[in-house]
T-cell receptor
Framework: NAGVTQTPKFRVLKTGQSMTLLCAQDMNHEYMYWYRQDPGMGLRLIHYSVGEGTTAKGEVPDGYNVSRLKKQNFLLGLESAAPSQTSVYFC?????????????FGPGTRLTVT | AQKITQTQPGMFVQEKEAVTLDCTYDTSDPSYGLFWYKQPSSGEMIFLIYQGSYDQQNATEGRYSLNFQKARKSANLVISASQLGDSAMYFCATNTDKLIFGTGTRLQVFP
């Protein structure tokens, strides 16, 4: 099992450009999450999904969109990148079983917006 | 709304000593989980330990234990016999459907 993978690992964008971050998991997890991590801020939840075809807003959803067309994939889109979106982005997934709360994290994507 | 507070931005501990990292939480959900994650300088998030709100006993995983005091809404992480490899950022988190993190504590272990 690859676990949770993220593509790309690094990216530099210019202000106003768009891009999509891909998260894939091969554990058949129902729940998937996108977080951003800024220095001194811990991880903040951007959007999440509790199943294929569903998405919901987290703490900091503005400027981002997401889609969960397939159970194994969770896409994070930036339509018009801003320097404030420079951050490290983590994807995570979790089993639906409420007895198993552990979230499995991907390795992260480092995004710089100039 | 859920909230996690970690009041120690940085901690130092000597190798082989024990250290306690503080975490307090606020949630209105009757059922919740509390987690600790380790993030070394390489950046990955490593799951350490989990405590359910209805668990009667404190969780333990090897050298890690979680000192859960429900009435005080605290979930402190205790690392026994610290090792140099324990130097990292440590995050406390709580969830129902989504995981909410604290701002973290940077632990540095010195020889």
């Amino acid at each position: 099992n690859a676990g949770v993978t993220q593509t790309p690992k690094f990216r530099v964008l210019k202000t106003g450009q768009s891009m999509t971050l891909l998260c894939a998991q091969d554990m058949n997890h129902e729940y998937m999450y996108w977080y951003r991590q800024d220095p001194g801020m811990g991880l903040r939840l951007i959007h999440y999904s509790v199943g294929e075809g569903t998405t919901a807003k987290g703490e900091v959803p503005d400027g981002y969109n997401v889609s969960r067309l397939k159970k194994q994939n969770f896409l994070l889109g930036l339509e018009s990148a801003a320097p404030s979106q420079t951050s490290v982005y983590f994807c995570a997934s979790r089993d639906f079983n409420r007895g198993n709360y552990e979230q499995y994290f991907g390795p992260g994507t480092r995004l710089t917006v100039t | 709304a859920q909230k996690i507070t970690q009041t120690q931005p940085g901690m130092f501990v000597q190798e082989k000593e024990a250290v306690t990292l503080d975490c307090t939480y606020d949630t209105s959900d009757p059922s919740y989980g509390l987690f600790w994650y380790k993030q070394p300088s390489s950046g990955e998030m490593i799951f350490l330990i989990y405590q359910g709100s209805y668990d009667q006993q404190n969780a333990t995983e090897g050298r890690y234990s979680l000192n859960f005091q429900k009435a005080r809404k605290s979930a402190n992480l205790v690392i026994s016999a610290s090792q140099l490899g324990d130097s990292a950022m440590y995050f406390c988190a709580t969830n129902t459907d989504k995981l909410i993190f604290g701002t973290g504590t940077r632990l540095q272990v010195f020889p």
